[in-house]
């Protein structure tokens, strides 16, 4: 199944010269777009309140990356897949990567884990960016560097590691309060 797949999406590769540029993008330079997504999140301009709860929502997504990189270094010792075009030679590969182990898939976790943890408190914001996290795994496949197994792993590790940070923003208003004491309102709002 995970070849057929795999096939089948990729299969798509090379007929199509806009869409490969736009996959070859979104595989390989939209998971930078997080950092300014979280940069965009905790300097937003709004009421204290509001921008108090989105800078620990943007800390909530941090802390869900690291957790995901926690996740996905262990899932990757357990579990070694070959990338598919070391072992599939019908690959069509459409960007240049090394041969290292291909599970779970990196960028996905990462968008997935920032996007779980924005959804839970910012839907529409959250929203865009699990759309923008399917995409990127789609990306994936298509340009001939995961396996569906691998952005599926991925986005597992992803989601759960989001949605156990998300669970800890009402925790951060504390130390958010206590630190807004000593640091501008431009870079830290009061809860």
């Given at each position: 199944?995970?070849?057929?797949?795999?096939?089948?999406?990729?299969?798509?590769?090379?007929?199509?010269?806009?869409?490969?540029?736009?996959?070859?993008?979104?595989?390989?330079?939209?998971?930078?777009?997080?950092?300014?997504?979280?940069?965009?999140?905790?300097?937003?301009?709004?009421?204290?309140?509001?921008?108090?709860?989105?800078?620990?929502?943007?800390?909530?997504?941090?802390?869900?990356?690291?957790?995901?990189?926690?996740?996905?270094?262990?899932?990757?010792?357990?579990?070694?897949?070959?990338?598919?075009?070391?072992?599939?030679?019908?690959?069509?590969?459409?960007?240049?990567?090394?041969?290292?182990?291909?599970?779970?898939?990196?960028?996905?976790?990462?968008?997935?884990?920032?996007?779980t943890a924005i959804v839970w408190w910012r839907r529409l914001v959250g929203a865009l960016a699990l759309v923008v996290a399917l995409l990127i795994g789609f990306a994936r496949v298509f340009v001939g560097v995961h396996?569906?197994?691998?952005?599926?792993?991925?986005?597992?590790?992803?989601?759960?590691?989001?949605?156990?940070?998300?669970?800890?923003?009402?925790?951060?208003?504390?130390?958010?309060?206590?630190?807004?004491?000593?640091?501008?309102?431009?870079?830290?709002?009061?809860?």
């Amino acid at each position: 199944m995970n070849d057929r797949v795999q096939d089948l999406v990729n299969g798509m590769a090379r007929h199509v010269g806009p869409l490969d540029q736009v996959m070859k993008f979104s595989a390989a330079d939209l998971v930078f777009f997080v950092a300014p997504l979280l940069l965009l999140l905790w300097f937003w301009p709004a009421p204290s309140a509001a921008r108090a709860l989105n800078q620990r929502v943007a800390g909530a997504a941090l802390i869900g990356i690291l957790i995901a990189a926690l996740g996905g270094m262990v899932a990757g010792h357990l579990y070694h897949e070959a990338r598919p075009f070391v072992s599939d030679l019908s690959t069509r590969q459409l960007i240049g990567h090394s041969a290292d182990n291909s599970f779970p898939s990196d960028h996905t976790w990462f968008a997935f884990a920032a996007g779980t943890a924005i959804v839970w408190w910012r839907r529409l914001v959250g929203a865009l960016a699990l759309v923008v996290a399917l995409l990127i795994g789609f990306a994936r496949v298509f340009v001939g560097v995961h396996w569906p197994v691998d952005i599926l792993a991925g986005a597992l590790i992803g989601l759960v590691a989001g949605s156990l940070a998300a669970w800890t923003v009402p925790w951060w208003t504390g130390l958010q309060r206590w630190g807004a004491r000593f640091l501008p309102s431009l870079l830290l709002a009061r809860p």
